[in-house]
């Protein structure tokens, strides 16, 4: 079961957060034991997401990774 912090975390973060690489993003949710995806949007720039994150509100965002701290 998630956390309630993790929750709240993510709203604060507007459950989206930029990343210089794939890798930053993963490291980052995993340390913040935050649930969700890493995409690479259309412009090429790296998004971390939550799991409430809509399909298709980045148009053509590419899935990266799944993280799952559970």
Excluded at 50 to 65: D, F, M, V
Aim: charge should be negative; include cysteine.
């Amino acid at each position: 079961m998630h956390n309630k912090s993790n929750s709240e975390d993510w709203i604060v973060e507007r459950c989206s957060k930029p990343f210089e690489s794939k890798e930053d993003a993963v490291s980052y949710m995993k340390e913040k034991k935050f649930d969700g995806m890493v995409l690479e949007l259309e412009d090429g720039t790296i998004q971390g997401v939550c799991p409430t994150y809509p399909n298709g509100y980045y148009a053509n965002a590419k899935i990266l990774e799944e993280v799952n701290t559970t």
